[in-house]
């Protein structure tokens, strides 16, 4: 069998995380997330986020979590403001659109969204009450091509939001891979302090399932678990997630673990470079985009599974890379063998 590349959720989920349920499993405990699991995680994100007044919600996996903030978040009239190469514009299939919302995409040349951005999308829709009203501005860290965003990116963002009376949502389905990137400068702090609300991924990063929406915002607060309910992402058995959640947080589980698959993916990226393999984008997560001749994915395709993320010319392009919690050395190695072979 082929060892993939495509994604970071095709193991299982850490031994710890499995352990716990297992010893876990003949306790009783409340469901619907009252569970002691799924309150203890809460408790421990608002003190890693220095925020008490946040709202923590536990859910099965990021179409979802995006799916019920957004909808939740937006009155019918108002629309969201996304980066073309973002997950709920391309991978989704429009589920927020089926919710009643509009979505503006936004190209970009490294995946994120600046205030400048946002602002064409406004200035192309004042004949109100004609056009929909931009509400929402959406942003993924790491973003779907593996780039980060800064703390000043982050600031400037959030500000021009406050500015414009719009909520700033991030998507962190790779948040770990983001903040142990080697170039990144943000905290999980500052993800309590300069956004509407974000999510924690957990699905991508050692968990079987899980994420955990965080609700900085107070108004957007209110009756958000209806909206869990209605969606069908109020699990009766909540413990499932809470547990998963503990087991990562724990000793900082979910930074080791995200830290790891950042590394394995730079050990790739340095051999590529040194055959003199250019990329689609500059990353320091645990994506990456090297573009190859046909021969040369051909080659590597024998024995590993990628995507061919985009075709540049009619010889030519880009694939995408991603390792996991679990990449092994070994695997790597034997990896860097392979390109070491493409010259």
């Avoid at 698959?261 to 990456?288: R, Y």
Wanted: with cysteine; charged share 25%; net charge negative.
């Amino acid at each position: 069998m082929k060892y993939s590349f495509k994604n970071d959720y095709a193991e299982g989920a850490h031994p710890k995380i499995l352990e716990a349920l297992v010893q876990s499993n003949l306790t009783q405990h409340n469901g619907y997330g009252l569970d002691n699991f799924s309150l203890n995680v809460e408790s421990i994100i608002k003190e890693k986020i220095k925020n008490q007044d946040a709202k923590v919600y536990l859910v099965s996996g990021g179409t979802q979590a995006n799916l019920i903030v957004i909808s939740a978040f937006l009155r019918p009239h108002e629309s969201v403001v996304a980066a073309a190469t973002g997950h709920i514009f391309t991978n989704e299939s429009g589920a927020i659109e089926a919710t009643g919302h509009k979505v503006h995409a936004v190209e970009t040349n490294d995946g994120k969204l600046r205030p400048d951005d946002i602002q064409k999308i406004i200035d192309a829709h004042q004949n109100k009450p004609h056009q929909v009203k931009q509400k929402l501005v959406y942003i993924s860290n790491s973003t779907e091509i593996g780039t980060i965003y800064s703390k000043k990116e982050l600031v400037d963002l959030y500000q021009f939001c406050q500015e414009n009376k719009l909520y700033l949502f991030v998507d962190g389905a790779r948040l770990g891979h983001a903040l142990t990137a080697e170039t990144n400068d943000l905290t999980l702090e500052d993800f309590g302090k300069y956004t509407d609300a974000f999510y924690l991924g957990g699905t991508k990063n050692g968990a079987l399932i899980g994420e955990a929406i965080v609700i900085n915002n107070e108004i957007l607060q209110e009756e958000f678990g209806f909206h869990l309910k209605q969606k069908g992402a109020m699990l009766a058995k909540g413990r499932l997630l809470g547990i998963q959640f503990q087991e990562l947080l724990k000793d900082d589980l979910y930074f080791d673990l995200a830290k790891h698959a950042n590394q394995q993916a730079m050990k790739i990226k340095e051999t590529f470079q040194s055959i003199g393999v250019d990329f689609l984008s500059e990353t320091f997560t645990n994506q990456i985009f090297p573009i190859l001749r046909n021969e040369q994915i051909e080659k590597l395709s024998e024995r590993f599974d990628f995507y061919v993320w985009k075709k540049l010319d009619q010889e030519k392009s880009a694939i995408r890379l991603i390792t996991s919690w679990a990449t092994s050395d070994e695997v790597v190695a034997d990896f860097n063998n392979e390109i070491k072979n493409l010259k």
